[in-house]
């Protein structure tokens, strides 16, 4: 995009994050300018005859009428090359670490900082080779960018023809590492990073199904509620009902090779705990810490509310960048609704007619744009690859945490956002409150995409039926449990209050799960299945004892459930034979009791 | 841009074109050069400044608000200076023992404040790179907190408060008592209190600063005070003064910094005033839509920052309208604070005190903060076991008063004993200053009621170590 100059105009009002401008012409709705003498970076969004409007990325006082403002003739962009990886950015990209570094501990506004570090060199391996063909998206060549993620550059879009020239070696970013001539003769080099408008969706080939399942190690969601690679999720919960802790366990533990984490109007000290930990910790397979393989965006909730939209897009974008490549990508999004809320301000400021709670008509439009950004792809330029075999399919899954006014669901950006979105981990005041974490309500959860047969093909063949087996006895005891508030438990058939028992298991022992110890806070898809194996193995065995007439206190006083109460506990790598073991004691003390019994009475 | 700001401020000229007063605004034609959130004096018809800042400017006409009211200005006859610069406080170590109003003027009688520096109101919001994990456990001497909702240094905590319930001699007491143990000891690292009384009545903030003085911490504390019957609008600056000295403190003095905001539901209820005179589309009760960005420009500015002595820990008082917590002050106020201590009306009326409702509160970074090296290895599961036996109990006890007693097992009703005897040991501790060790101490106390397999919460190996059968 080629930059046009002498755009200028004049501020003639100001109000908050929203700038006046007169004589901006030539500027284009969405194009960037920079605003004042302190050039604020902000985004034209609405043009009426001479006069413009401004939405301000950074803070605004100081400003005054009459001060310049200059187009940049391009929209928001992203800078996307080698770099990204383990860094921390604010909305607009600029690098936190090295913004520390030249203003000290507080942010100062109008500071410009490249977004990717220019003078580092990155080892670059040629894949392509003199008189090759090359379209957009076909694999250049491969930078080793951290110890878990290989960086493949790709041929930025509207650039094709034969490579004349071929670079490889240590290079910088501003170092081209292939020249190419294009069909009208022209020679275009091509460098490591390129820029996109973070508002645009990067292409791809063709979207593909969702099949697989994002592994996040919370049993709740893995064997209740899966979200798939490529899918979207919501988490809509009232404050304290653990949004945050989940999306920072998916940061640890999902089983994707890139996670981007956007802070959007959040608290600082939980960006700082993130900051903290990621370089801490280590990936459950390699071994390799995971700041390696985490883009960081704060905009903590001080930082300048307008910016929260650029956030949100910039991670999107950043995260779309690394699908091209071929790589399994997770965006979470803490919290989407601070995002609505920025929108909504900016609308008032422009006096736009307020929609449902003040906010805009277009906000379910624009959530839905976002969340459609998500999706398993076919990536541009795959199979086309040479002399690189390789298969590049990547998707960008997205969770985004939701906070709702009140703890109530009926806030239009939930709303919203749960229409798009396939899947939906409701978080309830009333678990959180008895420290029943992950405080995912199973009844009004949900999950739309159907992996059963994924989960029946590559865990166990029985493995879907038992999760609806054990979804439904929580259902019958939500509807037991109305019957013992109104007349007690005296009321119900020692069946019934037999599922009492289960449902209790499967809620403390299967469902709960701790984000803090050590043992039990990842699980893998075998030991949730045991798990459950165990519990149901327990129920089925129970409710025939009970049909031959034993009593229910011989089967709840077996000492058995205390080794249930106890699975958690067990390590994840002697977790799967532990397991079976205590199944077959199960049915070997059921032998038992069921003998002994009709030793008795028959 | 400062430079550039300071010649101006040497050109001041005196507007007299003001064109409408409407409630806590000033509208003023024909300006030129004036900046966006810049600082102003309004010079009433008798010749007294008073201050303000620009809200808006469109065209040639600015809109100013004003922190000390609007009564008796006029159009004719007042005047209007820019001064070419946001407002700033003056700061300086020598504020610590001061008393002074909501906008940082001295009222004890004493000297005028001299500046060791003249800090933007607004602060600048931490980079979050630099920013230091709240790690360092606070021992408050209040079980209920430290036991099941401890708070870290750098932390936010506010105590969500109703009318008559006594939110503030809770936040006193922990003012008071309020320490940070290293390997055990005391430490002696040098603290601050920062108090921002917002709307408080009179009785109220002697009731604050007769606590400071009898606990002899009153010349390490900075009082700013607006009562009830100050102007309204004046709230609007009040926590900013205070946040603006409690950081000052921190990151230039290394002070350890408290700072105590009460009531913010007073700061809110301006906020909205202001927004009103504004006319701006309401939200959710009429309070403005920023509401949630404004609150967090303050809650935000507590922290820590690597590589600086000094921290800033805030703990923020409110009145829930009508004890509800989902009313627009409380909720938004939970979105952004790592956590809340909640008082309970019914804990207050059986006489318990402090009457803290365990269930709904909550602190993020309690488990940062806690366990070997911290407090002790058994605090977490410990907390934990509690919380799942007393929600229980709680819920028991709404069956029984339907039901009765006569179907309860006899688990039910080791539980049901529990949450009676947890709500009067632990958690109606009336003054006593508790440390970490007797919390600890007296929930194993009230957990060894149950036999050892009960708890499920707790690993085996500390059942063994700590259980007293």
């Known amino acids: 995009m080629e930059a046009i100059d002498n755009v200028t105009g004049t501020i003639n009002r100001i109000s908050g994050p929203v700038v006046g401008v007169s004589g901006l012409d030539g500027a284009r709705l969405h194009d960037m300018v920079l605003v004042g003498e302190a050039k604020l970076v902000g985004e034209v969004i609405r043009m009426s005859g001479q006069q413009a409007t401004i939405q301000v990325y950074e803070e605004t006082s100081g400003l005054k009428i009459g001060e310049p403002i200059t187009g940049t003739g391009h929209p928001l962009v992203a800078h996307l090359g080698p770099g990204l990886m383990g860094q921390i950015f604010d909305g607009l990209q600029r690098p936190l670490n090295k913004l520390a570094e030249i203003e000290g501990d507080f942010l100062r506004k109008g500071v410009t900082e490249d977004s990717l570090p220019k003078d580092k060199k990155w080892k670059f391996t040629a894949l392509v080779k003199e008189g090759d063909f090359i379209k957009p998206g076909n694999l250049l060549g491969e930078i080793p960018e951290t110890q878990s993620i290989t960086h493949r550059v790709l041929v930025p879009l509207q650039i094709s023809g034969r490579v004349v020239e071929v670079h490889a070696g240590d290079l910088t970013l501003a170092q081209p590492v292939a020249m190419i001539e294009d069909a009208t003769g022209k020679i275009i080099p091509i460098g490591m990073e390129h820029v996109w408008p973070v508002r645009s969706p990067r292409p791809y080939k063709r979207r593909l199904d969702l099949a697989e399942p994002l592994v996040t190690g919370k049993r709740v969601i893995d064997a209740f509620f899966p979200i798939p690679k490529g899918g979207s999720a919501i988490i809509p919960g009232g404050f304290g009902t653990g949004k945050t802790v989940i999306q920072q366990s998916l940061a640890r533990w999902a089983d994707v090779d890139v996670v981007v984490y956007v802070g959007c109007g959040e608290r600082g000290n939980e960006m700082a705990e993130v900051l903290m930990e990621l370089p801490e910790l280590e990936d459950r397979v390699k071994g390799i810490p995971l700041i390696n393989r985490t883009v960081l965006i704060a905009n903590t909730s001080n930082m300048p509310v307008a910016a929260r939209e650029a956030s949100i897009y910039l991670g999107i974008t950043i995260a779309e960048y690394y699908r091209d490549m071929g790589y399994d990508v997770l965006m979470l999004a803490d919290s989407t609704s601070r995002w609505g809320e920025a929108l909504r301000e900016v609308s008032g400021r422009l006096e736009e007619i307020p929609g449902e709670e003040g906010y805009p008509a277009y906000l379910s439009s624009r959530l839905a744009e976002f969340y459609e950004r998500a999706g398993h792809v076919d990536c541009l330029g795959n199979g086309e690859d040479k002399p690189y075999a390789g298969h590049r399919e990547g998707s960008v899954s997205l969770v985004g945490a939701v906070s709702p006014p009140g703890g109530d669901f009926s806030d239009p950006i939930t709303q919203s956002s749960m229409r798009i979105a396939g899947v939906f981990w409701a978080l309830d005041y009333e678990l959180s409150r008895k420290r029943h974490f992950p405080a995912i309500n199973w009844i009004k959860s949900f999950s739309l995409v159907d992996l059963s047969r994924w989960f029946g093909d590559m865990v166990e063949e029985d493995f879907p039926k038992l999760v609806q087996e054990a979804k439904s006895l929580l259902g019958r005891e939500n509807e037991l449990l109305q019957v013992v508030q109104l007349i007690g438990q005296d009321a119900l058939s020692d069946m019934e209050r037999e599922v009492l028992v289960i449902s209790k298991l499967l809620r403390e022992d299967f469902l709960q799960q701790s984000s803090i110890q050590d043992v039990d806070t990842y699980c893998s898809l075998e030991k949730s299945y045991w798990m459950l194996k165990v519990i149901l193995t327990y129920h089925q065995r129970a409710q025939s004892a009970l049909d031959k007439g034993i009593d229910l206190s011989e089967i709840t006083n077996l000492t058995v459930l205390q080794r249930i109460a106890r699975m958690k506990e067990i390590p994840l790598e002697k977790s799967v034979p532990e397991l079976k073991r205590l199944a077959g004691k199960i049915n070997d003390v059921f032998d038992s009791l069921v003998s002994n019994w009709e030793a008795e009475n028959v | ?469």
């Open chain 2, 1 to 469: 841009m400062s430079e550039r700001l300071m010649n101006t401020k040497l050109a001041t000229k005196e507007y007299r074109t003001l064109s409408q007063i409407k409630g806590p605004l000033v509208f003023v034609e024909r300006v030129a050069d004036v900046a966006y959130d810049e600082m102003v004096q309004i010079i009433d018809p008798d010749g007294h400044p008073r201050v303000g800042r620009v809200l808006e400017i469109s065209g040639d006409m600015a809109v100013i608000q004003m922190f000390l009211g609007t009564e008796g200005l006029d159009i004719s006859r007042t005047g209007v200076r820019f001064s070419g610069d946001v407002v700033r406080l003056k700061v300086s170590l020598s504020m610590l023992g001061r008393i002074l109003n909501g906008m940082g003027e001295p009222i004890d009688g004493g000297p005028a404040i001299v500046p060791e520096k003249m800090e933007d109101i607004n602060g600048s919001p931490i980079n979050p790179a630099v920013r230091n994990e709240p790690r360092e456990f606070i021992q408050t001497g209040i079980s209920t907190i430290d036991g099941l909702n401890s708070l870290a240094r750098g932390q936010k905590l506010p105590i969500f408060s109703g009318s008559g319930l006594p939110g503030n001699e809770l936040a006193a007491q922990i003012a008071s008592q309020a320490r940070v143990l290293t390997e055990g000891k005391d430490s002696d690292e040098p603290f601050a209190v920062v108090f921002a009384a917002i709307g408080i009545t009179h009785r109220e903030s002697s009731f604050f600063i007769e606590h400071f003085r009898s606990s002899g911490a009153l010349d390490r504390t900075i009082v700013f005070l607006n009562h009830a019957d100050d102007p309204t609008i004046e709230r609007i600056m009040t926590p900013r003064a205070a946040l603006t000295t409690a950081e000052y403190l921190a990151f230039t003095h290394d002070l350890h910094v408290l700072v105590i905001l009460t009531d913010m539901t007073n700061y809110c209820e301006a906020l909205r005033e202001l927004s009103v005179a504004r006319e701006e589309l309401p939200g959710r009760r009429g309070y403005p839509g920023y509401m949630y960005s404004d609150l967090a420009s303050l809650y935000e500015r507590a922290g820590r920052i690597k590589g600086k002595q000094g921290s800033v820990t805030q703990l923020i008082l409110l009145s829930m309208p009508d004890d509800d917590i989902t009313h627009p002050i409380p909720d938004l106020t939970g979105y952004i604070t790592e956590g809340q201590i909640v008082l309970g009306r019914i804990l207050n009326q059986k006489g318990v005190f402090p009457p803290v409702d365990v269930l709904p509160s909550l602190s993020r970074l309690m488990k940062e903060a806690i366990g070997e090296g911290h407090t002790r290895e058994d605090h977490q599961s410990l907390a934990d076991q509690i919380y799942s036996f007393y929600a229980e109990g709680r819920e028991l006890e709404k069956l029984v008063a339907i039901i009765g007693e006569t179907s309860l097992t006899e688990q039910d009703q080791r539980i049901l004993n529990f949450s009676k005897s947890f709500e009067q040991k632990f958690v109606n501790q009336g003054n006593e200053n508790r440390s970490i060790e007797q919390t600890l101490d007296l929930a194993w106390e009230l957990l060894s009621e149950f036999p050892k397999e009960s708890l499920k919460r707790i690993p085996e190996v500390l059942i063994e170590k700590y259980y007293k059968g």
